[in-house]
């Protein structure tokens, strides 16, 4: 864990949409398995389609957006993480204004993706993969170890690929520089037991 350093948000590569209608920033990924990103959704337009997918998005700037698909509706609200079917053809309707959205996508037979806003503390168990969006406090991971401890400036990320034992995430709520909360975005492999006959 010692060798992972936080980053600025700001400075990950933007990833424009085929079909015009936002930018993506890769904050972590395993090919083909897993991908943590944040997104500028910017118009109205078609959700790009990733079959035996489960998706999560968090609003984190904006109003929010609404999912649509024949007669299904998904609304991504500020604030509050939902998961939907990656495997449909989803329409996206801005409410008001363009958005930022925190976006998770891990096959369904595999993986179980999750958000938490960070109020003042949350362990990431042993085998999971994670990513640590500090917004606007400071945070601190911490190792089981003595001394091992990573710090997370307000508007840097932290991407940890691999979890090999349970850490601590703190938030300092000293002295933010803003509103928005820290959030973990979680990836944890799905346990399947195996009965014996």
Not at 127 to 146: D, E, F, K, M, T
């Amino acid at each position: 864990m010692s060798q992972l350093e936080a980053k600025w948000l700001r400075l990950v590569p933007a990833q424009p949409w085929q079909n015009g209608g936002g930018v993506t920033r890769l904050l972590a990924e395993r090919d083909g398995e897993w991908r943590i990103s944040v997104a500028n959704v910017d118009a109205n337009g078609p959700y790009s389609r990733f079959e035996g997918m489960t998706r999560l998005s968090l609003v984190v700037e904006g109003k929010g957006v609404v999912l649509r698909a024949a007669e299904r509706v998904v609304p991504l609200q500020y604030l509050v993480p939902t998961i939907y079917d990656g495997s449909i053809n989803w329409t996206a309707s801005l409410i008001d204004a363009p958005v930022v959205a925190l976006n998770i996508m891990a096959r369904t037979d595999k993986y179980l993706p999750s958000a938490h806003l960070l109020d003042s503390e949350f362990t990431l168990p042993a085998g999971s993969a994670a990513v640590i969006l500090a917004g606007h406090s400071r945070c601190v991971v911490r190792g089981s170890r003595a001394g091992t401890a990573i710090t997370i400036p307000p508007r840097q990320f932290l991407a940890l690929p691999s979890v090999a034992e349970a850490v601590r995430v703190i938030r300092d709520d000293r002295n933010p520089i803003g509103n928005r909360p820290p959030v973990v975005a979680l990836i944890e492999p799905i346990q399947r037991t195996t009965k014996h006959i």
